[in-house]
């Protein structure tokens, strides 16, 4: 059975371009704001990564991040953004992620990313 | 008991009113907070303390008298550690309970032993002016208490102000409640008297401009008036003080005159003569005193100062222009870079996929959908840059917003909107206006306001004249969610936006559009009442 990996982005288009690289590979769960990430977390026990968009517009990424350590610690979350800010990065590495993807991003580093968070 | 005015209180008097009106004016601003509350709580120790000139106006007994100040000491012994905790408080230093405690004990103690006992004051000394209690055995303890925590709080502020890394507009703040202390700490002087029979109370002066000074840094949170502040507040003390000294001498020549010369104690005459001069005096002095004081301690002219202010306010108008563009920066990085980690995802398979029927399919239309936003966002931001220049013909306002509402009168059926129009202003009223770029101004509001009303709601659409008939204004007014206090501000940067669609660059296009039409754009909301929007317009 493929891994669980949970795509969060409120942009259709975004998701679908993730589910384009990672979808051959993975199970994925599609959701479009914090609230549904949570909400599917919280049904999907086994789901084992978590990619994030910062900017979304009800619950910021960061905030969402900090939601999901503390109720789902054993998460690994990867924050994916429009931003190279290194305050950002370094703010959301405090927050507990594990991963920091600028867009537009390479498949690559979108797989890689996922596979070195799985092993 | 016999009324008698002793010219003496009248300024004590008038700073205990003061003190009473800073303190309620300060807790009526925001009671819940802390910071108000203690300021509160100073006013009543200050209102005690310059109570202790009413009695000087009637002929109580001693007894009385010292009642009285002993009343007054209860409070006053309080004031070091309420000063020092409102400091801290102020800060944010968290608290040392230990110390607190014992601070506060001995406040407390300084403060029963007034009352009961002799020995924080005893019996009363006679000035020449009024009678003043005498400092008993541990009085020095009272002073050294206050001396010591004064002490404290401006090293604090000195800290505080050494602190670079703190911004700008802090460290003003910290600059006003330092010379705050600082004036404070003269207030002290009043102690004096406790140790002579000769001394004159003037502690009510400097204590004045204590409150006076922190009653606006907690009202206002202004960057440049520090200065006017500071200097006002040395003008009218120096005033003050200079009067009093006039006003001492004056009263005692009069007083022995009007007794040697025509025999008895006239006191209606006497301060109706001392009025006379003061009002006389008091405008020369007073210029005189603040070109002083602005040579001495500002060393500027007042066309100076006021040419700084203006570059300072420059300055700050540049510094938010600079945040305007940082947030168009970061604006733009996420509304582009997103289509472009979609065409990129897409370009990247489409060597491999190119058979893929069902992948062609899907991402074709979603590549053109994402050029397009990029091209939207280009031309957005150019009309924002550079809007056109306005081509102003003489237009008929109500014409226009007419045909600016029948646009959306599909969106209006759809969400429940009603519209209602308030033309008060009759006949044809034609502006010199740019039709295309008004009618995507009002496009613009009427769209946030459908925006914000998705569950029903009505549209008002108002249009009228002030008296002088310069301007038309066109009100805009829905019964929307609202727009919280914090966001209010931030309404007309570009790329500001709280909502799941939408560039943020509409309203900031408005407000360039209605600034190139020579014209004003004032926005206010209440959260679940509605927003209104209203559109100033010059008639010619």
Same mark, same amino acid.
């Given at each position: 059975?493929?891994?669980?990996?949970?795509?969060?982005?409120?942009?259709?288009?975004?998701?679908?371009?993730?589910?384009?690289?990672?979808?051959?590979?993975?199970?994925?769960?599609?959701?479009?704001?914090?609230?549904?990430?949570?909400?599917?977390?919280?049904?999907?026990?086994?789901?084992?990564?978590?990619?994030?968009?910062?900017?979304?517009?009800?619950?910021?990424?960061?905030?969402?991040?900090?939601?999901?350590?503390?109720?789902?610690?054993?998460?690994?979350?990867?924050?994916?953004?429009?931003?190279?800010?290194?305050?950002?990065?370094?703010?959301?590495?405090?927050?507990?992620?594990?991963?920091?993807?600028?867009?537009?991003?390479?498949?690559?580093?979108?797989?890689?990313?996922?596979?070195?968070?799985?092993? | 008991?016999?009324?008698?005015?002793?010219?003496?209180? #009248?300024?004590?008097?008038?700073?205990?009113?003061?003190?009473?009106?800073?303190?309620?004016?300060?807790?009526?601003?925001?009671?819940?907070?802390?910071?108000?509350?203690?300021?509160?709580?100073?006013? #009543?120790?200050?209102?005690?303390?310059?109570?202790?000139?009413?009695?000087?106006?009637?002929?109580?007994?001693?007894?009385?008298?010292?009642?009285?100040?002993?009343?007054?000491?209860?409070?006053?012994?309080?004031?070091?550690?309420?000063? /020092?905790?409102?400091?801290?408080?102020?800060r944010q230093?968290?608290?040392?309970?230990?110390?607190?405690?014992?601070?506060?004990?001995?406040?407390?103690?300084?403060?029963?032993?007034?009352?009961?006992?002799?020995?924080?004051?005893?019996?009363?000394? $006679?000035?020449?002016?009024?009678?003043?209690?005498?400092?008993?055995?541990?009085?020095?303890?009272?002073?050294?208490?206050?001396?010591?925590?004064?002490?404290?709080?401006?090293?604090?502020?000195?800290?505080a102000l050494?602190d670079l890394s703190l911004p700008e507009k802090q460290r003003n703040h910290i600059k006003y409640?330092?010379?705050?202390?600082?004036?404070?700490?003269?207030?002290?002087?009043? /102690?004096?008297?406790? $140790?002579?029979?000769?001394?004159?109370?003037?502690?009510?002066?400097?204590?004045?401009? $204590?409150?006076?000074?922190?009653?606006?840094?907690?009202?206002?949170h202004q960057l440049?008036?520090i200065?006017?502040?500071?200097?006002?507040?040395?003008?009218?003390?120096?005033?003050?003080?200079?009067?009093?000294?006039?006003?001492?001498?004056?009263?005692?020549?009069?007083?022995?005159?009007?007794?040697?010369?025509?025999?008895?104690?006239?006191?209606?005459?006497?301060?109706?003569?001392?009025?006379?001069?003061?009002?006389?005096?008091?405008?020369?002095?007073?210029?005189?005193?603040?070109?002083?004081?602005?040579?001495? /301690?500002?060393?500027?002219?007042?066309?100076?100062?006021?040419?700084?202010?203006?570059?300072?306010?420059?300055e700050v108008?540049?510094t938010e222009?600079f945040k305007?563009?940082?947030?168009?920066?970061?604006?733009?990085?996420?509304?582009?870079?997103?289509?472009?980690?979609?065409?990129?995802?897409?370009?990247? $398979?489409?060597?491999?996929?190119?058979?893929?029927?069902?992948?062609?399919?899907?991402?074709?239309?979603?590549?053109?959908?994402?050029?397009?936003?990029?091209?939207?966002?280009?031309?957005?931001?150019?009309?924002?840059?550079?809007?056109?220049?306005?081509?102003?013909?003489?237009?008929?306002?109500?014409?226009?917003?007419?045909?600016?509402?029948?646009?959306?009168?599909?969106?209006?059926?759809?969400?429940?909107?009603?519209?209602?129009?308030?033309?008060?202003?009759?006949?044809?009223?034609?502006?010199?206006?740019?039709?295309?770029?008004?009618?995507?101004?009002?496009?613009?509001?009427?769209?946030?306001?459908?925006?914000?009303?998705?569950?029903?709601?009505?549209?008002?659409?108002?249009?009228?004249?002030?008296?002088?008939?310069?301007?038309?204004?066109?009100?805009?007014?829905?019964?929307?969610?609202?727009?919280?206090?914090?966001?209010?501000?931030?309404?007309?940067?570009?790329?500001?936006?709280?909502?799941?669609?939408?560039?943020?660059?509409?309203?900031?296009?408005?407000?360039?559009?209605?600034?190139?039409?020579?014209?004003?754009?004032?926005?206010?909301?209440?959260?679940?009442?509605?927003?209104?929007?209203?559109?100033?317009?010059?008639?010619?």
């Amino acid at each position: 059975m493929s891994n669980k990996i949970l795509i969060c982005d409120d942009e259709e288009n975004i998701r679908e371009s993730i589910k384009l690289i990672l979808g051959d590979f993975y199970d994925l769960f599609l959701v479009n704001s914090g609230e549904q990430a949570l909400y599917t977390l919280e049904n999907n026990k086994d789901i084992k990564v978590a990619l994030l968009d910062i900017k979304m517009p009800k619950v910021n990424g960061l905030d969402v991040l900090t939601q999901i350590k503390s109720k789902f610690p054993q998460v690994k979350i990867i924050m994916v953004t429009g931003y190279r800010c290194v305050e950002t990065a370094a703010e959301a590495a405090r927050l507990g992620a594990s991963g920091y993807i600028v867009k537009p991003f390479k498949s690559e580093e979108i797989l890689e990313t996922v596979k070195k968070n799985l092993s | 008991m016999h009324f008698h005015l002793n010219p003496h209180t #009248i300024l004590p008097l008038l700073c205990m009113t003061l003190a009473i009106v800073c303190g309620i004016f300060v807790i009526l601003q925001n009671p819940r907070a802390k910071l108000n509350r203690l300021f509160f709580a100073i006013c #009543i120790t200050f209102t005690a303390w310059f109570s202790f000139y009413i009695p000087f106006n009637f002929n109580y007994t001693d007894q009385i008298l010292l009642t009285w100040f002993r009343a007054s000491y209860c409070f006053i012994s309080f004031i070091p550690i309420t000063c /020092f905790t409102f400091i801290t408080t102020y800060r944010q230093i968290p608290r040392n309970e230990f110390w607190f405690k014992i601070n506060s004990l001995l406040g407390l103690t300084l403060s029963l032993l007034s009352l009961t006992t002799d020995l924080i004051i005893k019996n009363l000394s $006679y000035f020449p002016f009024y009678p003043y209690p005498h400092a008993g055995t541990l009085h020095p303890l009272l002073v050294l208490h206050c001396i010591y925590l004064a002490f404290f709080s401006i090293i604090i502020m000195i800290k505080a102000l050494k602190d670079l890394s703190l911004p700008e507009k802090q460290r003003n703040h910290i600059k006003y409640m330092l010379s705050a202390i600082i004036c404070l700490t003269f207030g002290a002087i009043d /102690f004096i008297g406790n $140790y002579t029979s000769t001394f004159y109370e003037i502690g009510y002066i400097p204590a004045s401009g $204590y409150l006076i000074i922190t009653t606006i840094a907690i009202i206002k949170h202004q960057l440049m008036d520090i200065q006017v502040i500071i200097r006002k507040g040395l003008i009218y003390s120096t005033l003050i003080t200079f009067i009093t000294l006039i006003f001492l001498v004056l009263v005692i020549t009069i007083e022995k005159f009007s007794q040697n010369f025509i025999g008895y104690h006239q006191d209606l005459l006497n301060s109706a003569i001392l009025s006379l001069i003061i009002a006389l005096i008091f405008i020369p002095l007073k210029n005189r005193i603040q070109l002083c004081i602005d040579k001495i /301690f500002l060393k500027a002219s007042p066309i100076e100062i006021a040419q700084q202010n203006e570059l300072l306010r420059q300055e700050v108008i540049q510094t938010e222009k600079f945040k305007a563009v940082a947030t168009l920066a970061s604006g733009m990085a996420h509304e582009i870079k997103n289509p472009l980690t979609v065409i990129k995802t897409f370009s990247e $398979y489409l060597p491999q996929k190119l058979d893929d029927k069902a992948f062609l399919k899907k991402f074709a239309p979603m590549i053109s959908q994402e050029v397009n936003r990029i091209d939207n966002l280009v031309h957005e931001l150019l009309d924002f840059a550079k809007p056109a220049v306005p081509i102003l013909k003489p237009t008929n306002i109500h014409n226009l917003i007419n045909s600016t509402l029948e646009l959306l009168s599909n969106e209006c059926i759809k969400y429940n909107i009603k519209i209602h129009r308030d033309y008060r202003l009759s006949g044809d009223v034609l502006l010199p206006l740019d039709y295309n770029q008004i009618k995507q101004s009002l496009l613009n509001i009427f769209l946030n306001a459908i925006e914000a009303m998705k569950t029903g709601g009505q549209l008002n659409v108002s249009t009228y004249a002030r008296v002088d008939k310069k301007d038309v204004h066109i009100k805009i007014q829905d019964t929307g969610t609202g727009i919280s206090p914090e966001d209010l501000p931030h309404v007309f940067d570009p790329f500001f936006t709280k909502k799941d669609s939408g560039t943020g660059l509409g309203l900031s296009i408005t407000h360039e559009i209605i600034s190139n039409h020579k014209g004003k754009i004032f926005v206010e909301s209440a959260l679940r009442k509605g927003t209104t929007f209203i559109l100033e317009l010059p008639s010619a």
